[in-house]
């Protein structure tokens, strides 16, 4: 048997009245996994590479 096999198992096992509660602990496991896969904005940002002189600011008005 596959895992989702004995999950599908263990729910048909339990009782209607545990299933709501069982529903929203699988969707926040799932959208907590989602959220893990996804990067960061600070750690994109932290992927940009800018190829300019060190005082590249200081001769911005210039």
Do not use: G, H, R, V
């Amino acid at each position: 048997m596959t895992a989702k096999d004995n999950i599908k198992a263990e729910i048909d096992s339990l009782n209607e009245e545990y299933l709501d509660e069982l529903y929203l602990l699988i969707k926040d496991f799932a959208q907590s996994k989602q959220n893990l896969k996804k990067p960061s904005f600070m750690s994109k940002l932290k992927q940009i590479k800018i190829d300019a002189p060190e005082d590249f600011a200081s001769n911005l008005d210039s």
